[in-house]
């Protein structure tokens, strides 16, 4: 089996085929519920705000027709409104993750300076929470911005960070811009165990490769949207574990690898 990342477009490949993305097969918990959410939250501001009567029953001859996708955009153009409180949401989310790119990039980079033992510069005083969280409960942090696969689930991915904690176990330890830890992130952590366990951490290239000699005991996650960032950790993680194989039997069962 050859592994290799295309980071041009973004893209696991395994002997040439593409892989799902691991944090693909999390979004589908919430995705179509987000969506159909905020059409719902569109067309009570539309009834509401400016008393259109008629909106409710555009939206559901929308919903109801045989190509959704382009009676919505139809929708959109008609209430220039709709659209915007439609998507409310999802530019608030996009918002959200850009300005937490950078925050994102500093715990990357504290993780490998660890790993090289040359903490040398001053970090960020938002992420101080972590570093002391970590000097009490990590001895050595093993893996950054590491890739790894299952051929047999037929999905690939980056884990941030794999660490071995002071307790003997081995982690991983996903870094998040929310504001607080939900459960779809302890699922794609648990897909990335799932992954490592099976075939161990990849370079991009795929041209190096380490097996770990413990399984991955536990998860983390780390908020760094949240005020004080203090990682979430979980060591029964069997559930999660399950949890991610039938999001990835969903994910397939809706279509969205088509």
Not at 154 to 166: E, P, S
Not at 250 to 258: A, F, H, P
């Amino acid at each position: 089996m050859n592994y290799k990342f295309d980071n041009k477009e973004h893209l696991h490949l395994l002997d040439g085929k593409p892989l799902t993305g691991t944090s693909s097969i999390g979004n589908v918990l919430t995705k179509n519920l987000t969506w159909w959410a905020a059409e719902l939250s569109a067309v009570e501001c539309l009834e509401t705000g400016e008393k259109i009567e008629t909106i409710r029953e555009e939206y559901l001859d929308a919903v109801n027709s045989g190509d959704k996708k382009k009676a919505i955009d139809a929708l959109q153009k008609k209430y220039p409104i709709f659209k915007k409180a439609r998507f409310a949401h999802f530019d608030k989310k996009n918002k959200a993750a850009k300005e937490g790119t950078d925050l994102h990039a500093e715990l990357e980079d504290y993780v490998k300076a660890m790993m090289r033992l040359k903490p040398g510069r001053e970090w960020d005083p938002k992420i101080k929470p972590f570093m002391l969280w970590a000097s009490e409960n990590v001895e050595e942090f093993l893996a950054s911005e590491a890739h790894c696969f299952d051929e047999d689930l037929w999905i690939g991915g980056i884990t941030d960070c794999v660490a071995q904690l002071k307790d003997g176990t081995l982690a991983v330890i996903d870094f998040k811009s929310s504001k607080e830890v939900y459960t779809n992130h302890l699922i794609q952590a648990a897909g990335y165990a799932i992954q490592i366990d099976r075939n161990g951490l990849f370079s991009e290239d795929g041209e190096h490769s380490k097996k770990l000699d413990q399984k991955i005991e536990t998860l983390i996650v780390v908020p760094f949207g949240a005020e004080n960032i203090i990682p979430e950790v979980k060591t029964d993680i069997e559930a999660y574990k399950l949890g991610f194989k039938n999001c990835v039997q969903l994910y397939r069962l809706l279509g969205l690898d088509k």
